[in-house]
């Protein structure tokens, strides 16, 4: 198993403190998997950041030019970015941010008709996924993507109901 430093930053207040813990720790079992089955690194950094729709969309603005809010967004550390010098021998362990909107995931929640911790979970690792390099653009990726999600999902039982 891959071992991971979460960061949780819980700008949402709307999660009663009793569940941020059972959610803290379905979170971090989450990402790790999501690590061993995306093949990421042994040890890993990541922060997470739980908002609402105003401020992910802001962001989704921002940093996509996407004018509106979605569910979830990832900024990896590891992308290699044109110009910049390659640091040899250098391992960075920090992966990047992951930012999830508490009412999108709400929202789906209902909609898809499973529970919201769930959700959050689920959107969790698909973020993950994407700090390792994972994308759903082309229907061959997407599947790909689709099938590391529900193998994490099902591993940490957490399966669609």
Do not use: C
């Amino acid at each position: 198993m891959s071992e991971v430093n979460l960061e949780i930053n819980w700008e949402y207040a709307a999660i009663p403190g009793l569940e941020r813990e059972k959610l803290a720790g379905l979170l971090e079992r989450g990402i790790k998997e999501a690590l061993v089955r995306g093949n990421g690194p042994a040890a890993a950094e990541v922060s997470l950041t739980l908002v609402d729709d105003a401020r992910i969309h802001e962001l989704n603005r921002e940093y996509r030019g996407v004018d509106r809010p979605t569910d979830v967004l990832s900024f990896a550390l590891t992308e290699e970015v044109e110009d910049e010098p390659e640091i040899v021998g250098y391992a960075d362990d920090v992966l990047g941010d992951i930012v999830i909107s508490v009412e999108r995931a709400v929202a789906q929640a209902e909609e898809y008709g499973h529970s919201l911790e769930r959700e959050i979970v689920f959107l969790a690792v698909h973020g993950t996924l994407h700090l390792l390099g994972y994308d759903h653009v082309s229907d061959p990726e997407r599947q790909l993507m689709r099938q590391k999600e529900e193998e994490v999902m099902a591993a940490i039982g957490l399966r669609r109901d």
